[in-house]
């Protein structure tokens, strides 16, 4: 059973940073496409990242500049680096990765920017 586990959010004042984690476990043989979406409240979910197998990325245009996707392919990890962070950043963030040809989702976790 595969599953994906977030980690690394929290409570940052405006211009911080964070690093999100998201670590793949379980019988994995294949990943394919994969990013980070978040969702702030009262919103609708917002696709925020996206990296290909072959480490090509795309960005939302209000994080382009600030907010950097990576991988770890021995650990199956996706990483998130996120930079000059806004109250606008405010959100639940979760990972997804396309294992296989399934969709996985990682739990969220909560990025909140304020002084």
């Known amino acids: 059973q595969v599953q994906l586990v977030e980690s690394g959010g929290g409570l940052v004042q405006p211009g911080g940073s964070l690093r999100l984690s998201c670590a793949a476990s379980?019988?994995?043989?294949?990943?394919?496409?994969m990013g980070w979406h978040r969702q702030a409240p009262g919103k609708q979910r917002e696709l925020v990242a996206t990296?290909?197998?072959?480490?090509?990325?795309n960005y939302v245009d209000s994080v382009k500049g600030r907010f950097t996707a990576s991988r770890d392919n021995a650990k199956n990890t996706l990483y998130l680096q996120m930079n000059s962070l806004k109250p606008e950043d405010t959100a639940v963030y979760y990972c997804?990765?396309?294992?296989?040809?399934?969709?996985?989702w990682g739990q969220g976790t909560q990025v909140t920017v304020s002084s």
């Open positions: 990296m290909t197998s072959g480490g090509s990325t």
């Open positions: 379980g019988m994995i043989f294949s990943i394919y496409e």
């Open positions: 997804w990765m396309n294992i296989d040809s399934y969709e996985y």
